[in-house]
T-cell receptor, first 114, second 113 residues
């Protein structure tokens, strides 16, 4: 079974631009979560989608948004980029719910904002 | 939020020694999960221990859970250079409908050859 795939692997953007990151979960997994990882803040939860609905949301500004498609693939979008958005963005999928199935992470998208 | 706090923040040991990392959390959990992250890559799930379990083994890994103290520990025996990584615990909350895993800042483990 293929793992979680995130594209692109690296991205360089300029302040003020917007960016879209993509995540393809493991086949059959319905839940997709997104995390931001920075050296200072560690791993921060962004949001989780399940069957195309946002089920949970972290404490990030509205510039961060996401969606999930009917095939469970997910995208996250960051608008009006700021220097502080530079981070490793990780996507994770799980089979059903966190009570019974762990998260499977992709290798992330490294976003650099200049 | 139900975030795990790992301790210590950093740990360096000689290859072959055992490594112990601890995790504390605040509220009721359904299970607690441990993950490993190699530099610049995604997290890899190591082990899941349910709230009604006290100890679980997987290869060289041993995890304990004490729900009365709201703490867990991860023991890696006979460490190898390849164990060098950051380790995170993630308590899974027991309140249905709020199922998101949050992570602490991790324990950075360095195995010295």
């Amino acid at each position: 079974k293929a793992g979680v795939t995130q594209t692109p692997r690296y991205l360089i953007k300029t302040r003020g631009q917007q960016v879209t990151l993509s995540c393809s979960p493991i086949s059959g997994h319905r839940s997709v979560s997104w995390y931001q990882q920075t050296p200072g803040q560690g791993l921060q939860f962004l949001f989780e989608y399940f069957s195309e609905t946002q089920r949970n949301k972290g404490n990030f500004p509205g510039r961060f948004s996401g969606r999930q498609f009917s095939n469970s693939r997910s995208e996250m979008n960051v608008s009006t980029l700021e220097l502080g958005d530079s981070a490793l963005y990780l996507c994770a999928s799980s089979l059903w719910d966190l009570n019974n199935s762990p998260l499977h992470f992709g290798n992330g998208t490294r976003l650099t904002v200049t | 939020s139900q975030q795990g706090e790992e301790d210590p923040q950093a740990l360096s040991i000689q290859e072959g020694e055992n490594a112990t990392m601890n995790c504390s959390y605040k509220t009721s959990i359904n299970n607690l999960q441990w993950y490993r992250q190699n530099s610049g890559r995604g997290l890899v799930h190591l082990i899941l221990i349910r709230s009604n379990e006290r100890e679980k083994h997987s290869g060289r890994l041993r995890v304990t859970l004490d729900t009365s103290k709201k703490s867990s520990s991860l023991l890696i025996t006979a460490s190898r250079a390849a164990d060098t990584a950051s380790y995170f615990c993630a308590p899974a909350p027991s309140n249905f409908g709020n199922e998101k895993l949050t992570f602490g800042t991790g324990t950075r483990l360095t195995i010295i050859p």
